[in-house]
Structure formats: C-alpha cells, structure tokens
T-cell receptor, first 114, second 109 residues
Framework: DTEVTQTPKHLVMGMTNKKSLKCEQHMGHRAMYWYKQKAKKPPELMFVYSYEKLSINESVPSRFSPECPNSSLLNLHLHALQPEDSALYLC?????????????FGPGTRLTVT | ELKVEQNPLFLSMQEGKNYTIYCNYSTTSDRLYWYRQDPGKSLESLFVLLSNGAVKQEGRLMASLDTKARLSTLHITAAVHDLSATYFCAVVTGNQFYFGTGTSLTVIP
C-alpha cells in the first residue's frame, strides 16, 4: 500500500473559523511533511516530522499548528487564517534520511479562506 | 539555503519532437527526484536518482544526474499529448526536499 490519504479534499472557511486537515499513511514511514502550494508554483515546505517529533518548521505563522499524534497520522490545525492562505495543502511521507527514500504525496486539500 | 533552478519554465513542443528540461542546484545533495503534476492534482513521483552518473528511463522519459556539475536532466523522446503537465525536480538534503521552479510542458498535436 503506497497511499497517503488526506481529508477533506476541499475546505472553505472564514477567517474566524478553526478547522483541521488530516493526513494518514500506513507504509511505516517515519517522516511526514506538510507543504503549501499556490497555483503554478512549486510546493513550499511548511513542517517536517521525524519519528513523531517536529524537526523542521519553515518559519510558518502560528495560525498553522501541526500535530503528529502517532506514526501514521499528521494533522494541521488552522485558526484565524487570511485569504492569502488559500492554496493546495499537500501531505507527504517518506522513510527518514540516511538512505534511499521515495517521498509519497497525498491528493491534497484545496483550502479557500473567505 | 539550497537553490534549485529549472529551465525552461514553459515549454511548448510538437508531438514527435525531443526536448530536455534542465535542473541546476547550488550545493551538494544526497539525491534528486523528478515529479509530474497534472493541473489541480497532486505530485506523482517519476524518478529517484541516487548517485553521480545515474540514469533512469520510463517510457518516453529519461532522467540523468551529474553531481559534479550539480545538474540533472529530464529528456523527452518523441513527445505525445499525454505528457503535458508540470514537471518538478527536487533536491534532497536530510529530510528536507527543495523543489525547483517547475517546467510547464504543453505538447501540441
């Protein structure tokens, strides 16, 4: 099973709402990632978890709060977002560094902030 | 910070023609990946290149890596319309993936 799943597929939220994005994989990967992708741009790394610990935070605003409850799950909690946060949010997973590791992407959550 | 540049950014080519996309990066890296992305979709892994001189081929696409020149190429042979998509290279250090700017490919019948 080489699948990363993400829910929801689409999300529309107001600037005062609180919502969460969810990501799940059952490939035994111990590195999980959140990316943000604007139209016609490359993915921008937001967070990396390695062995359920936050290892990289690319200076992301505090209105985005990641959580890794266990080795298979990754959440992204959203609060007080701005319209410019509208984007495709991609989750990915891989084996940790130190050797060959392919990175698998989920289908993404299309977020619109109104 | 590691920088990854691709060229061209946009490529329009006729069916049946050959072309090469280039990916240059600024510092040493563990490995290099190529991805394909269709409009509105997620990224699909195409190739993983692990060492200097590595060459991988799948169908009409062939990728190569020259770590001394810090250059990877994605060669398209006899293009077909189904190859129309955006192609990204990504250079990896540790757990961090640095993506190139992307090349938007349109194959014209």
């Amino acid at each position: 099973d080489t699948e990363v799943t993400q829910t929801p597929k689409h999300l529309v939220m107001g600037m005062t709402n609180k919502k969460s994005l969810k990501c799940e994989q059952h490939m035994g990967h111990r590195a999980m990632y959140w990316y943000k992708q604007k139209a016609k741009k490359p993915p921008e790394l937001m967070f990396v978890y390695s062995y359920e610990k936050l290892s990289i935070n690319e200076s992301v605003p505090s209105r985005f709060s990641p959580e890794c409850p266990n080795s298979s799950l990754l959440n992204l909690h959203l609060h007080a977002l701005q319209p410019e946060d509208s984007a495709l949010y991609l989750c990915a997973s891989s084996l940790p560094s130190g050797g060959y590791s392919e990175q698998y992407f989920g289908p993404g959550t299309r977020l619109t902030v109104t | 910070e590691l920088k990854v540049e691709q060229n061209p950014l946009f490529l329009s080519m006729q069916e049946g023609k050959n072309y090469t996309i280039y990916c240059n990066y600024s510092t040493t890296s563990d490995r290099l990946y190529w991805y394909r992305q269709d409009p509105g979709k997620s990224l699909e892994s195409l190739f993983v290149l692990l060492s200097n001189g590595a060459v991988k081929q799948e169908g009409r696409l062939m990728a190569s890596l020259d770590t001394k020149a810090r250059l990877s190429t994605l060669h398209i042979t006899a293009a077909v319309h189904d190859l129309s998509a955006t192609y990204f290279c990504a250079v990896v250090t540790g757990n961090q993936f640095y993506f190139g700017t992307g090349t938007s490919l349109t194959v014209i019948p």
